[in-house]
T-cell receptor
Framework: DAMVIQNPRYQVTQFGKPVTLSCSQT?????MYWYQQKSSQAPKLLFH???????NEADTPDNFQSRRPNTSFCFLDIRSPGLGDAAMYLC??????????????FGAGSRLTVL | GNSVTQMEGPVTLSEEAFLTINCTYT??????LFWYVQYPGEGLQLLLK?????DKGSNKGFEATYRKETTSFHLEKGSVQVSDSAVYFC?????????????FGKGTKLSVIP
């Protein structure tokens, strides 16, 4: 089945220790997104790629970076995690065709704990 | 800017009860509207969508109608089951080319008890 896979599902890190979360997709979708979801809150878009074009949200902290080396993979790098970065990180993809019916396919998420 | 407001949870219902989860939105133009569902331990899944005014989205017994006059997209189901227990998110996608951002509501947790 075509899908979006996130690794690891659970990540524990220490304050200030860099973390990388990965996302892979077999859907051959053009667009890949990273969302941050804190407890009982709406998912918040951090950035997205349309093919190789990177689009950063204005309020995404510089501490968060992303890489998309090819169509299938996208990485979220947190350079110096703080306690406030503990959250579920959701990767999603979409075809990017008709923006008005932009259906996203999500991975299961990576839950980050910062000690 | 765009925003989505949905009713606060948690909502607890008995099996076979009627469900309504209210959702209203603020956006310019004619956004597309969605309901996503998140089951425990899983990612979000599309439940249903509507892309223009008066459209009705439906799936798995759930329905929602795009009401432009009231800027609403309320989710309904006539008879809920225990397996419907999940968090439900209302979302919008702005109209216009190149608009890929999906704006979510805060989510409503539904618990269905036998």
């Amino acid at each position: 089945d075509a899908m979006v896979i996130q690794n690891p599902r659970y990540q524990v890190t220490q304050f200030g220790k860099p973390v990388t979360l990965s996302c892979s997709q077999t859907l051959n979708h053009n667009v890949m997104y990273w969302y941050q979801q804190k407890s009982s809150q709406a998912p918040k878009l951090l950035f997205h790629y349309y093919d190789k074009d990177f689009n950063n949200e204005a309020d995404t902290p510089d501490n968060f970076q992303s890489r998309r080396p090819n169509t299938s993979f996208c990485f979220l790098d947190i350079r110096s995690p703080g306690l406030g970065d503990a959250a579920m990180y959701l990767c999603a993809t979409s075809s990017g065709g008709d923006a008005g019916a932009n259906v996203l396919t999500f991975g299961a998420g990576s839950r980050l704990t910062v000690l | 800017g765009n925003s989505v407001t949905q009713m606060e949870g948690p909502v607890t219902l008995s099996e076979e009860a009627f469900l309504t989860i209210n959702c209203t939105y603020t956006a310019t133009g004619y956004p597309s509207l969605f309901w996503y569902v998140q089951y425990p331990g899983e990612g979000l899944q599309l439940l249903l969508k509507a892309t223009k005014a008066d459209d009705k989205g439906s799936n798995k017994g759930f329905e929602a109608t795009y009401r432009k006059e009231t800027t609403s997209f309320h989710l309904e189901k006539g008879s809920v089951q225990v397996s419907d227990s999940a968090v439900y998110f209302c979302a919008l996608s702005p109209s216009g080319a190149g608009s890929y951002q999906l704006t979510f509501g805060k989510g409503t947790k539904l618990s269905v008890i036998p």
